[in-house]
DNA sequence: GTTTAGCACTTCACCTGTTTGAGTGCTAAA
DNA sequence: TTTAGCACTCAAACAGGTGAAGTGCTAAAC
């Protein structure tokens, strides 16, 4: 019977492991005479099904109808990720499409991302995600102002994660050279250390007043870091490979599919949900664990990716619960990781950084 | 019998409207019985079963089994779009809607292309398109050097369609205020008035010889701006609800949608199509006329949007061959006109423009 | 006390044949 | 040229039967 502690004797966890691999292979309810023949282990089919009964009743396995083999439950899964998951060790293959990876041209952290993701996608066969959070720990360290001619100039906003973004301004008047430097120094004296959500009206009220300059030329630039700052603020979620979810028994079922679909586009949750992530480990979220609970009948599996420290996004997948976690761990695990030291050291060899587009006047 | 010229009788046409709308309506094969009763049409079954069997001949309608009523094909769709197509009158509901994308915030094109499409999506209740083509067309009409410190600067490349990429370089040295001079210079003499793909090894090389620089300076230059065109030369194709797709009928068959998805993320058939495709109108492809033969069952309907004149992206939405035409092609034609007038009206009142990120050298 | 063989029972999946209803094509009459 | 009538076809829905897989339970074996 179960031990006094409520851990399970080292058979239950054998035949548990046993199962949960069989189901994961293929898909279909697992009974006791498949684990006796299959698996290594040396008891009858009736003695395999009284524990099968005992772990039903502790909640690690189901049964979709009397007369079916057991499933795993999400806690048989979770079980099973946190204490038996076996290495993964990766083939040649899948090695060398990781280290593809770096031959990517220099790009930007979006496309490496989803670059990634793709990736991921396709090693796993599963749904990729990628994912850029809000960067609300992000700060604006300092303003630039880079005249272009007396009306026009790009005003360049260097935040504390090393990242800055540019826009380009142009006023409906002359501005003189003193009113230019007095401007730049205006705006880094009133706003540079706030984070985004500090940026408030409030705080830009206090600068107008503090500046002494005509609000004709603050109201544009306003508006431009008002923007920008959102623009920064705002995460994204992206997913490769949608249709391959579909190759699985699992999702069959087009309504269920469906509603997956409609809490995907609900990329908010998946934002919050990755914000609130380990940056240190791979994050595995089965079924109802998700706080997205139409996404019940799935599994979230991803990893953080890091810039000098600082987490730049997520790179994962999306599956049904039933997947080859070890495989797909692995996988995910190296990706990210190799994503991160990418950015890291492509940061080092190079001085090119992404840009982005502006409007001239003219052509 | 069908006319000499080849021309449907009147009474074909009448009958053949009549079924296309009542299956647009229902979505299932009907039958001559149905058409007599619901329709104004004052034949007998017997008449109509006649006409249908000719219309099916002709190619206008099929059959799915002997039994069954009559589908109209891609033919007749086809047919039905170019000379019955009657106008949809929008409701007050909808009217709203469309107003209200007005009052969106200013945003980048991106942005709005990508909230149109979401707006396209709701409103049909199909899945929602928004494309930026490669701007092919576009050519880099000079290039602007602005120096933030001895040894680093931004470079400018505007294009001959008014929009600019800016891209922060730095150099592992100090750059002279001559050399400075000389590059921007030699940059324009040698690069100007190319288009993206006629910036090629050759012309770069030939730049290289003439501009008579030291290459540590010209090397990552080239660098950047072979990245920017490439940035530039990117198009993309985003959709909104796809789940939305899997509420008809025709979608019910998992491998046929399992296909259409795959299909929807090879994005550069897509984007051909749209490259390809009419400016002045709204553009419909129904099934098999799309190039993506995987589309077949599925139409494509689109409106570019422009900025200025020049094309800046497409707007519209992908459904099945059977939908209420006249309303969609309303709502796109609306949408897309409202958004090129915004994009354009937008412009004339703000001095903001759309940037991007750098990467500064430390935080 | 634990394990196992044996057996009755349950449930689903599959196959079969039958019925039903919608819709057609054809023919002959109006 | 149109229409009423009728035989025919086919898919979908229904009902019953069979078999396989797998369980739970009991009693015997270890």
Chains 1, 2 share one sequence.
């Not at 920008?228 to 490979?241: C, K």
Request: hydrophobic share 40%; glycine share 8%; aromatic share 6%.
């Amino acid at each position: 019977m179960s031990l006094n502690n409520g851990e399970l004797s080292e058979r239950k966890k054998l035949i548990l492991k046993a199962i949960i691999d069989a189901h994961i292979e293929n898909g279909e309810p697992v009974g006791s005479r498949y684990i006796m023949q299959n698996a290594q282990i040396a008891y009858s089919s009736a003695t395999i099904r009284n524990e099968m009964a005992e772990l039903e009743e502790l909640g690690y396995l189901e049964q979709p109808h009397t007369s079916a083999g057991r499933v795993p439950s999400e806690l048989g899964y979770r079980f099973y990720v946190d204490t038996m998951l076996s290495h993964y060790a990766m083939t040649q293959r899948e090695i060398a499409e990781l280290n593809n990876l770096m031959r990517v041209k220099q790009a930007e952290v979006d496309t490496i991302l989803e670059q990634a993701s793709k990736l991921a996608s396709a090693l796993t066969n599963y749904t990729g995600i990628s994912v850029k959070p809000k960067p609300t720990a992000a700060s604006i360290s300092r303003f630039e102002t880079v005249w272009v001619d007396s009306r026009s100039f790009i005003l360049v906003m260097v935040t504390s994660t090393g990242v800055a973004k540019s826009k380009f301004v142009r006023l409906g008047f002359d501005a003189s050279r003193e009113t230019a430097a007095r401007l730049a120094a205006a705006l880094n004296a009133n706003l540079a250390g706030l984070s985004a959500d500090q940026i408030t009206l409030p705080a830009i009220m206090r600068m107008e007043a503090a500046m002494g300059i005509d609000s004709v030329l603050v109201n544009p630039i306003i508006k431009c870091i008002y923007e920008t700052m959102s623009e920064l603020d705002d995460g994204d979620v992206r997913f490769e490979g949608i249709n391959r979810l579909l190759q699985y028994p699992e999702y069959a079922d087009i309504g269920r599919f469906k509603r997956l679909l409609g809490a995907l586009e609900e990329k908010q949750d998946i934002l919050d949900l990755v914000s609130g992530a380990r940056a240190d480990n791979v994050n595995i979220y089965i079924g109802s664990e998700n706080t997205v609970d139409v996404m019940q009948n799935s599994s979230l599996i991803f990893k953080t990716v890091h810039r000098r420290g600082h987490t730049v996004g997520a790179i994962g997948i999306i599956g049904p619960c039933r997947m080859d976690y070890s495989r797909v761990v692995t996988m995910i695990e190296h990706l990210a990781t190799q994503v991160s030291s990418m950015l890291d050291g492509d940061e080092s060899q190079t001085n090119l950084l992404n840009g982005g587009e502006h409007n001239a006047g003219k052509g």
